[in-house]
């Protein structure tokens, strides 16, 4: 049974993220060109910040990490400061008026068709998919560093649905983060990002098998890597002899 604690604590996490997350990924076209930098520095801080929630023991842990950073740095110096993919498209589409690719599609299907639906079911997933990646990141990292302080391997909670829950996290943020303000650049690095994540997965997977040994085999056999089964599977018994 959930404990009331957890529940409460699960609520607070929420609304801290939400309340940010709400002002920072707001896309107004109002703001002065100082107000727009300020804006841009919140969000690449405030994003990068979960950084701090991995680990790291690795070197190649280096480059996932790096490249997340300027997935944030390339999405929102295009939200806010230098639009390259709006150039693009209004060079390719002959518009004179193009923010982002919601302008674009609002532009050739018209706004009752698309505009409507962008902004009442589009925008709004994004967040939500950005607010559990979040807090997958943050559950992730609670029950890891508790693992980790009585050195054993983690099963429950989080990670008895998935072996890599935090590397989820920070896909679905960015992922978010694509749906809602979709870049050229950053379309073509989340994909690099996600093969990144993969590896560092396998990495991290060979480690624990090393220092754990038959504990993780069966783990792992019963747990996916990234995408919850719908039906977990039991442990095997042990032959008896």
């Known amino acids: 049974?959930?404990?009331?604690?957890?529940?409460?604590?699960?609520?607070?996490?929420?609304?801290?993220i939400a309340i940010p997350l709400?002002?920072?990924?707001?896309?107004?076209?109002?703001?002065g060109d100082t107000e727009k930098w300020i804006l841009i520095t919140l969000?690449?801080?405030?994003?990068?910040?979960?950084?701090?929630?991995l680990p790291f023991k690795k070197s190649l842990s280096r480059l996932p990490s790096s490249v997340y950073v300027a997935f944030i740095v390339a999405l929102y110096?295009?939200?806010?400061?230098?639009?390259?993919?709006?150039?693009?498209?209004?060079?390719?589409?002959?518009?004179?008026?193009?923010?982002?690719?919601?302008f674009l599609l609002t532009g050739i299907f018209g706004e009752q068709t698309f505009y409507v639906f962008y902004n009442s079911y589009?925008?709004?997933?994004?967040?939500?998919?950005?607010?559990?990646?979040?807090?997958?990141?943050?559950?992730g990292w609670k029950q890891i560093h508790?693992?980790?302080?009585?050195?054993?391997?983690?099963?429950?909670?989080?990670?008895?649905?998935?072996?890599?829950?935090?590397?989820?996290?920070?896909?679905m943020i960015t992922l978010g983060l694509n749906v809602m303000w979709l870049t050229i650049i950053t379309l073509i690095m989340w994909p690099i990002l996600a093969v990144l994540y993969w590896r560092l997965a396998k990495r991290e997977d060979k480690d624990m098998e090393e220092k754990f040994g038959e504990e993780f085999l069966e783990y792992k056999r019963r747990v996916p890597g990234f995408i919850p089964r719908l039906r977990?599977?039991?442990?095997?018994?042990?032959n008896q002899t």
């Open 43 to 53: 969000n690449v801080v405030f994003l990068s910040l979960f950084l701090l929630f």
């Open 122 to 139: 589009v925008f709004p997933a994004s967040k939500v998919v950005m607010g559990i990646g979040i807090l997958l990141v943050i559950y």
């Open 77 to 102: 110096v295009e939200m806010y400061g230098i639009p390259l993919t709006m150039y693009l498209f209004a060079g390719a589409f002959g518009y004179d008026k193009i923010f982002s690719l919601e």
């Open 1 to 16: 049974m959930v404990k009331l604690k957890d529940i409460a604590q699960f609520i607070i996490i929420t609304i801290i």
């Open 22 to 31: 709400n002002y920072l990924t707001f896309t107004g076209y109002s703001f």
């Open 232 to 238: 977990t599977k039991k442990p095997e018994k042990q």
């Open 146 to 171: 508790k693992a980790r302080k009585q050195d054993k391997l983690m099963v429950e909670g989080i990670y008895k649905y998935m072996r890599h829950p935090q590397y989820v996290g920070f896909l």
